[in-house]
């Protein structure tokens, strides 16, 4: 599907510029409010984005607006599974990047993309031990053995 509709600039954080359909803008709903507000004649800046990240959120909104509707139902159960097959290979990335994501998403308010990252750090920690998920993020214990403890017995139904 190709659109002739009108066309947004979005300027990254390190000055990059990238041209989209508006249906591709509009999955943001904070573009989507700047362009209701007629802030979108010069260019949108997204300061919190940079444009390695806000490329990848544009692929992401590009596909999920160029992915065909159907009323057929078997036909839509086939384009879902091929997008949530797509989704599935969009989120296998590095750590840092995925974190980027999730901020870009939350900034930008794209939940379904807010949504598919967070899931994603959610089974990446699935069923990880405290000390595995600080290595995984790279977070310092920071806690004495003592402090540790107390904090286990006052949570004890986290650690059942």
């Known amino acids: 599907m190709s659109s002739t509709g009108r066309k947004i600039t979005l300027k990254s954080s390190d000055g990059e510029t990238f041209e989209v359909d508006e249906a591709v803008a509009l999955e943001s709903q904070t573009i989507k409010h700047m362009i209701e507000d ?30 065909p509707k159907s ?3 078997d036909r839509a159960t086939s384009v879902d599974d091929e997008l949530k097959a797509w989704d599935a290979d969009f989120v296998k990335v590095d750590n840092s990047t995925l974190f980027d994501l999730i901020l870009a998403a939350n900034y930008l308010k794209i939940k379904s993309l807010l949504d598919l990252t967070c899931q994603t750090v959610a089974d990446m920690f699935k069923g990880k031990t405290p000390n595995e998920i600080r290595k995984t993020v790279h977070i310092k214990n920071d806690f004495t053995p003592d402090e540790e403890e107390k904090v286990r017995r006052e949570n004890q139904w986290a650690f059942e």
Do not use: M, Q
């Open 38 to 67: 007629d802030c979108a004649d010069n260019g949108i800046p997204l300061p919190n984005v940079t444009s390695k990240i806000l490329s990848k959120v544009i692929e992401y909104c590009k596909k999920h607006v160029e992915a």
């Open 71 to 73: 009323d057929d139902r």
